[in-house]
């Protein structure tokens, strides 16, 4: 049996939209990023009108969440973070596919709120960009939410989460995949 990789951190984002995996090995202090996984899990899309993700849905979500598991096993549970995002702040049977999806993981699943979303959000991409002493807007638009974060330096100032993303506006305003100026209008209007 292989024993823990005390070296290596992962980090997985179960979103609205896609679900991400990034594996790193610490070496000399420096962070290198060693295996990296993505799945367009469209979660957003089995929330039905009552808000309960459907059956279908999770299965799907599950079937992915099996193939991460597996590429996380042997990291130390201390050095894995899942978070969950909109779709699972949202549906009313979370719990439900909690239960299935941190077993299927091995690894506990933290549902983390809109403001905490845009924070880490911010940091990955002020890791990511040159520092200067400017302030800068960080916009993300995900599948089910969109985050808007004021920031300098590595301190985000400023932190919104809006219940808008691509996902469930497509489905709220353009389920029948045509984009026409009524729909368009609608979708306008709910944004302001």
């Known amino acids: 049996m292989l024993t823990e ?6 980090a997985v984002d179960l979103g609205s939209n896609s ?3 990034i594996v790193a090995e610490m070496i000399d202090n420096q962070m290198h990023v060693i295996d990296s996984h993505k799945d367009m899990v469209r979660l957003a899309d ?3 009108a009552k ?7 999770m299965k799907f979500a599950i079937q992915s969440l099996r193939k991460i598991g597996q590429r996380i096993k042997h990291i130390p549970k201390s050095h894995v973070r899942i978070v969950g995002t909109n779709t699972l702040r949202l549906a009313k049977n979370a719990k439900v ?20 979303e845009a924070r880490i959000l911010y940091l990955g991409v002020a890791h990511s960009i ?5 302030n800068r807007l960080v916009i993300d638009i995900g599948g ?4 808007l974060i004021i920031g300098n330096d590595f301190t985000p100032i400023l932190r919104e989460s809006l219940h808008m993303g691509c996902v469930s506006y497509t489905n709220k305003f353009f389920s029948d995949g045509l984009i026409t100026p009524e729909n368009w209008n609608k979708a306008v209007l709910h944004a302001h």
């Not at 990789?5 to 992962?10: F, G």
């Not at 040159?130 to 400017?134: F, G, M, R, T």
């Not at 089910?144 to 985050?147: D, F, K, L, Q």
């Open 19 to 21: 679900f991400h995996m």
């Open 130 to 134: 040159q520092n200067d002493e400017h």
């Open 5 to 10: 990789l005390k070296n290596y951190y992962a």
């Open 51 to 57: 808000g309960n993700l459907s059956e279908e849905k």
């Open 97 to 116: 596919f909690m239960k299935r999806a941190q077993k299927a993981l091995g690894k506990s699943i933290e549902v983390i709120s809109g403001r905490e």
């Open 46 to 48: 089995g929330l039905d």
């Open 144 to 147: 089910g939410s969109t985050e």
